[in-house]
């Protein structure tokens, strides 16, 4: 809610009034190209306005107004090092991929 946010809280208003648990902890959120995780359980007050705590930190300087996304979230990501993608095959077919990424700034 209001341009110049900074810092790991956001005020965000537009969320249906007087709500527990509009998003919860581990939740990801995106505003702008930013990716964040939602830290603690979030409530809406009865104006609709919610304050939002994540990691990490906010980068960007978004206008108000700039949309929330809470569903189909990403972020761009590239591979810490060309040592990525192992894998393993599990006796039952199953397959595990482990990678590590890092976001791009």
Do not use: C
Not at 7 to 32: E, K, M, N, P, Y
């Amino acid at each position: 809610d209001g341009a110049n946010q900074t810092g790991s809280l956001l005020t965000a208003r537009g969320w249906t009034a007087s709500t527990t648990g509009v998003l919860h902890a581990g939740d990801f959120i995106q505003i702008g190209d930013e990716l964040k995780r939602v830290v603690s359980e979030v409530n809406s007050d009865a104006g609709g306005e919610a304050e939002i705590s994540v990691t990490p930190p906010l980068r960007g300087n978004f206008a108000d107004g700039t949309s929330i996304h809470v569903s189909n979230t990403g972020a761009l990501m590239r591979l810490v090092d060309n040592k990525q993608a192992r894998y393993e095959s599990g006796a039952n077919g199953t397959v595990t991929i482990r990678l590590s990424a890092v976001e791009v700034l």
